[in-house]
């Protein structure tokens, strides 16, 4: 049927060979209630994409449980996704744009996630290209329709690099 499914394998990731800067990610997910999963970007070739990357999470979660930094569409254990738009045991369409600095994800059309990571005190240190991975996380997810279509690599728009007043979060972690 043309999709690839990941079911109790415990954390490992399907990734790209080749490694991306920037690019337009789409997919379509489903996975079974409570799944845990994640997809995995600019991740370099022996790094972890929660440590070393970026890994954007796919966690069926109740709907009324409180936006935080593990949701669907989070930057995983970073930044929190700005609203929820996934269907629980349902097929969902994912496109995620990476673009320099700045992060983009939208969920079934609904802008979901957007963050300037130059900007943030933990995000700001990780790769600009790396692989892509779908992760296997205990539970099973099936993915179809994946396509990458990549950019020129860069910083993105310039007004994205322009300095920004320090929080006072990010003054302590820095």
Same mark, same amino acid.
């Given at each position: 049927n043309g999709s690839i499914v990941l079911c109790k394998r415990g954390g490992n990731y399907l990734r790209t060979e080749k490694e991306? $800067?920037?690019?337009?990610l789409s997919l379509e997910y489903k996975s079974q /209630?409570?799944?845990?999963s994640g997809i995995g970007i600019r991740t370099p070739r022996n790094g972890w994409p929660s440590g070393d990357g970026m890994e954007l999470q796919l966690w069926d979660r109740q709907p009324e449980q409180k936006l935080d930094k593990h949701q669907t569409m989070a930057?995983?254990?970073?930044? =929190?996704p700005i609203t929820r738009a996934d269907k629980s045991q349902e097929w969902n369409r994912v496109v995620v744009k990476a673009d320099g600095w700045m992060i983009s994800a939208w969920v079934n059309g609904e802008l979901v996630q957007q963050v300037n990571t130059l900007h943030h005190p933990e995000l700001k240190?990780?790769?600009l290209s790396g692989w892509i991975g779908l992760q296997d996380?205990?539970?099973r997810i099936e993915f179809r329709n994946m396509t990458v279509l990549e950019a020129p690599p860069g910083t993105g728009l310039a007004a994205w690099n322009? =300095?920004? =007043? /320090?929080? $006072?979060?990010? $003054?302590?972690?820095d």
């Open positions: 991306y $800067a920037n690019f337009t /209630k409570g799944t845990n930057i995983y254990g970073n930044v =929190p240190h990780r790769n996380h205990g539970s322009r =300095p920004m =007043p /320090k929080r $006072a979060c990010t $003054a302590v972690l």
